[in-house]
């Protein structure tokens, strides 16, 4: 019996999973870093907020594209996942997953809108307050140094769930060939 393939779901879920992984990680470092160094504070917010704008419609497809295309995984092995309980277990386990990330990247969002109202503040660096902060700034650039590392650590754990997907199917296609 051939395997069924569903490369147009695995590709777009794999690929926007990369995109959402890759652009949350190098925003944390790249963007918000080197916005960090700007010589006008004032310019610090301003810059870090006009790039996430920016990245943000491409942020939200990914999500979106990486939910249909796990969606068609789901359905096109349905019967593997219904049968074997591992990946039973890791479908759950990710779709929990993905949901906590669109979580944090939503509310990533938000925090970036609250800290995009105050940039003429400026502030020690786009996640860092400065001293003359006001409280609305402070708390959000604060909470926002987290949850800007929230977002690839669960995108993160999403590509080794991805992958061990992959080895448990590899597995059974074994066990079919014997």
Do not use: C
């Amino acid at each position: 019996m051939p395997a069924s393939t569903n490369l147009i779901s695995r590709a777009a879920h794999d690929l926007s999973l990369a995109t959402w992984f890759g652009g949350s990680l190098m925003g944390a470092v790249g963007l918000n870093g080197a916005t960090a160094k700007a010589k006008d504070p004032s310019e610090r917010l301003r810059l870090s907020t006009l790039g996430w704008a920016r990245w943000t419609p491409v942020q939200i497809a990914a999500a979106a594209v990486h939910t249909v295309g796990g969606i068609g995984l789901i359905v096109g092995n349905r019967s593997r996942v219904a049968r074997d309980p591992g990946s039973q277990a890791n479908t759950i386990a990710k779709t929990v997953i993905t949901l906590a990330a669109m979580g944090a990247t939503g509310y990533s969002g938000y925090l970036g809108t609250k800290i995009g109202k105050h940039a003429d503040e400026g502030g020690a660096g786009a996640t860092e307050p400065s001293v003359s902060a006001s409280t609305e700034l402070a708390s959000a650039q604060k909470q926002l140094a987290v949850v800007q590392w929230v977002i690839p650590a669960l995108t993160g754990v999403l590509v080794v769930l991805g992958a061990q997907q992959g080895e448990q199917q590899r597995g059974l296609r074994g066990l079919l060939d014997i």
